[in-house]
């Protein structure tokens, strides 16, 4: 391997990471950031009221997005082992 495959492969790397990533913690930061919202205006300080939208948006948005993400990493997967069989090979 060449160090641009290489570099390219690292590159994919990150950018599977960003896609199997960013539904859940934008979701996360989403709900976060509404949860705050509304406990500054209402003045309530409860850490339940923080914590539970926040777990339940990102599980929404892992189930919604689930099948992305698995199409996501299935095709990197196969993209690493044929990078592989083919460096084998010379």
Same mark, same amino acid.
């Given at each position: 391997? &060449? ?9 994919? %790397?990150?950018?599977? !990471?960003?896609? %199997?990533?960013?539904?859940a913690l934008a979701a ?6 509404? *949860?705050?919202? @509304?406990?500054?205006v209402t003045q309530i &300080?409860?850490?339940?009221? *923080?914590?539970?939208?926040? @777990? *339940? *948006? !990102? ?11 698995y199409a996501s990493l299935?095709?990197? %997967? ?7 069989? !083919?460096?084998?090979? %010379?």
């Amino acid at each position: 391997m &060449n160090p641009p495959d290489i570099a390219a492969l690292l590159r994919e %790397t990150l950018l599977v !990471a960003v896609k %199997t990533g960013a539904p859940a913690l934008a979701a996360a930061l989403a709900a976060g950031l509404c *949860a705050s919202i @509304f406990q500054s205006v209402t003045q309530i &300080n409860e850490s339940t009221l *923080a914590f539970l939208p926040k @777990f *339940a *948006a !990102a599980m929404l948005a892992l189930f919604l997005a689930g099948s992305f993400m698995y199409a996501s990493l299935f095709t990197y %997967t196969r993209h690493i082992f044929d990078a592989v069989i !083919a460096a084998g090979l %010379t």
